[in-house]
């Protein structure tokens, strides 16, 4: 079982930077596939970014690639999102999530995961 639990977010001006931690609990997290979603109020769950389990490889959501960097720390445990220039439109809750089906690669679909944090308020004012 695996519990994860993120934290940093909160109220940020457009164009300012947020870095989001999510901290897993359970010993085999380091070999888990691992993501991040939100979800604004009205709308679907979306994709924002996704990691590999050692970090190798990484991909993003369109809309934040170039502003936004996934990373992870398999010794200290956390898995970050680090989210610079901001938008209004980034404003959602952002969840953590695992996936501890070792054999696939990580995935863009909620779906694709077995875990999942309670997640953290992210608001962007313009």
């Known amino acids: 079982q695996v519990q994860l639990v993120e934290s940093g977010g909160g109220l940020v001006q457009a164009g300012g930077s947020l870095r989001l931690s999510c901290a897993a609990s359970g010993s085999t997290f380091s070999t888990y596939a691992m993501g991040w979603f939100r979800q604004a109020p009205g709308k679907e769950r979306e994709f924002v970014a996704a990691i590999t389990w050692n970090g190798g490889s990484t991909n993003y959501a369109d809309p934040v690639k170039g502003r936004f960097t996934v990373s992870r720390d398999n010794a200290k445990n956390p898995l970050y999102l680090q989210m610079n220039s901001l938008k209004p439109e980034d404003t959602a809750v952002y969840y953590c999530?695992?996936?501890?089906?070792?054999?696939?690669?990580?995935?863009?679909?909620?779906?694709?995961?077995?875990?999942w944090g309670q997640g953290t308020q992210v608001t962007v004012s313009s």
């Open positions: 999530a695992a996936n501890p089906r070792v054999w696939e690669p990580p995935s863009s679909a909620p779906s694709g995961y077995v875990y």
